[in-house]
């Protein structure tokens, strides 16, 4: 079944704030201080005009799914080398979500938390959401979304007041150097669009809305940049000391309040929105593994299910390690492919395979 275009809308606001408020805003301060919000804010509006392109190639498609319509305009040998480099990049999401997943609750919640107490129940959840389809991830993200903003508001609202925004300036003290490195660096928590690509002939556009999905990209960058803005404002050069920006925020102002439980409520909500984003890449990787092997058959989210034990298990440290050797080194570079070139060629290939049929169409009528 298809989902609705504000289905779609609500999966794209969903994949901007993921991973946003988590370890992002520490890690870009160590690189480009305190204007570390303008590499946030330069990135998500690249991720949103790229959402706008790959969403306008979606309605051009005549509700091919993505290999057909790559293979339509590109041939028959490029989408298979694409769908395998989408299927390495859609997994290393996978394990950047499922890693910050267990390090969020360890640190915040139970920090001597065997991992199959939270590992079991959260792989049954998205194998069951996997088994169900793109529908029900959709309309998941439809229940939490709204209460994720909210509490989300509600966080940096209670903290706001302490904010000193003498701590964003002076502005480029360093030069602008420092945030193309930064960006560059941690590029990998961009490029939030990709899995749209997966979406090509899944979507119903007869009800389509045009500034729906604009409306929901702009409240997600607005939501994102207040986070960002408190957390800069509150803890300055300590910043890159803080793992996780949301519940250190949330720690802040329940140190300034005797009320803080409705704080750790809108923490645990973000942990049931990270596991709504582990689902919908882990169907975007399924769906890119099916078009690289021509897999008819629906048996992924029962393997999903036996892989993220084994994995979780057995290789979680020699995951942490290969991020330190490879990650670093090469998502930054497959995050830009994916993400925005991978498009690029996609749509110049349409524009070229366009002219060439209104060529030979032009042909045909001056011959009759």
Same mark, same amino acid.
């Given at each position: 079944?298809?989902? !609705?275009?504000?289905? +779609?809308?609500? /999966? *794209?606001? %969903?994949?901007?704030i993921a991973l946003k408020c =988590?370890?992002?805003?520490? #890690?870009?301060?160590?690189?480009?201080? !305190?204007?570390?919000? +303008?590499?946030? /804010? *330069?990135? %998500?509006?690249?991720?949103?005009?790229?959402? =706008?392109?790959?969403?306008? #190639?979606?309605?051009?498609?005549?509700?091919?799914?993505?290999?057909?319509?790559?293979?339509?305009?590109?041939?028959?040998?490029?989408?298979?080398?694409?769908?395998?480099?989408?299927?390495?990049?859609?997994?290393?999401?996978?394990?950047?979500?499922?890693?910050?997943?267990?390090?969020?609750?360890?640190?915040?919640?139970?920090?001597?938390?065997?991992?199959?107490?939270?590992?079991?129940?959260?792989?049954?959840?998205?194998?069951?959401?996997?088994?169900?389809?793109?529908?029900?991830?959709?309309?998941?993200?439809?229940?939490?979304?709204?209460?994720?903003?909210?509490?989300?508001?509600?966080?940096?609202?209670?903290?706001?007041?302490?904010?000193?925004?003498?701590?964003?300036?002076?502005?480029?003290?360093?030069?602008?150097?420092?945030?193309?490195?930064?960006?560059?660096?941690?590029?990998?928590?961009?490029?939030?669009?990709?899995?749209?690509?997966?979406?090509?002939?899944?979507?119903?556009?007869?009800?389509?809305?045009k500034m729906k999905l604009v409306?929901?990209?702009?409240?997600a960058i607005a939501l994102v940049?207040?986070?960002?803005?408190?957390?800069?404002?509150?803890?300055?050069?300590?910043?890159?000391?803080?793992?996780?920006?949301?519940?250190?925020?949330?720690?802040?102002?329940?140190?300034?309040?005797?009320?803080?439980?409705?704080?750790?409520?809108?923490?645990?909500?973000?942990?049931?929105?990270?596991?709504?984003?582990?689902?919908?890449?882990?169907?975007?990787?399924?769906?890119?593994?099916?078009?690289?092997?021509?897999?008819?058959?629906?048996?992924?989210?029962?393997?999903?299910?036996?892989?993220?034990?084994?994995?979780?298990?057995?290789?979680?440290?020699?995951?942490?390690?290969?991020?330190?050797?490879?990650?670093?080194?090469?998502?930054?570079?497959?995050?830009?492919?994916?993400?925005?070139?991978?498009?690029?060629?996609?749509?110049?290939?349409?524009?070229?395979?366009?002219?060439?049929?209104?060529?030979?169409?032009?042909?045909?009528?001056?011959?009759?």
């Amino acid at each position: 079944m298809k989902i !609705n275009y504000r289905q +779609l809308s609500i /999966l *794209v606001f %969903m994949s901007f704030i993921a991973l946003k408020c =988590l370890a992002l805003p520490g #890690l870009l301060y160590s690189e480009s201080g !305190n204007m570390s919000w +303008l590499v946030t /804010l *330069v990135l %998500m509006f690249v991720d949103f005009i790229f959402a =706008l392109l790959i969403i306008d #190639l979606m309605k051009k498609s005549n509700a091919k799914n993505i290999l057909e319509f790559m293979q339509q305009c590109l041939g028959p040998v490029l989408p298979r080398i694409f769908m395998a480099v989408l299927v390495v990049k859609y997994a290393l999401v996978v394990a950047n979500i499922s890693k910050g997943l267990e390090f969020f609750v360890v640190e915040n919640f139970y920090s001597s938390l065997n991992w199959i107490v939270f590992v079991l129940p959260l792989i049954i959840l998205v194998g069951f959401m996997l088994y169900k389809g793109i529908r029900n991830i959709a309309r998941v993200s439809e229940m939490v979304c709204w209460a994720v903003l909210l509490g989300c508001v509600y966080i940096a609202v209670k903290s706001i007041m302490s904010v000193d925004v003498l701590n964003f300036l002076p502005f480029f003290k360093d030069g602008v150097a420092p945030l193309f490195k930064s960006g560059y660096q941690h590029m990998s928590w961009f490029g939030s669009s990709t899995f749209l690509l997966m979406l090509f002939g899944k979507v119903d556009f007869s009800n389509e809305k045009k500034m729906k999905l604009v409306q929901y990209s702009f409240l997600a960058i607005a939501l994102v940049m207040l986070i960002h803005f408190v957390f800069y404002g509150l803890f300055d050069i300590t910043s890159p000391t803080h793992s996780f920006c949301i519940s250190d925020i949330s720690q802040y102002s329940s140190g300034q309040s005797s009320i803080d439980e409705l704080s750790w409520l809108v923490v645990s909500l973000w942990v049931t929105a990270q596991a709504v984003q582990l689902a919908l890449f882990s169907y975007a990787m399924i769906q890119a593994i099916k078009f690289t092997f021509n897999i008819k058959t629906n048996v992924f989210p029962i393997l999903f299910v036996l892989i993220y034990i084994f994995a979780w298990s057995f290789i979680g440290e020699m995951t942490v390690r290969l991020e330190q050797v490879f990650l670093t080194q090469f998502s930054s570079i497959l995050t830009i492919f994916t993400a925005y070139v991978i498009p690029i060629i996609l749509y110049i290939g349409y524009a070229v395979e366009r002219r060439k049929n209104k060529k030979i169409r032009g042909g045909e009528k001056c011959k009759s």
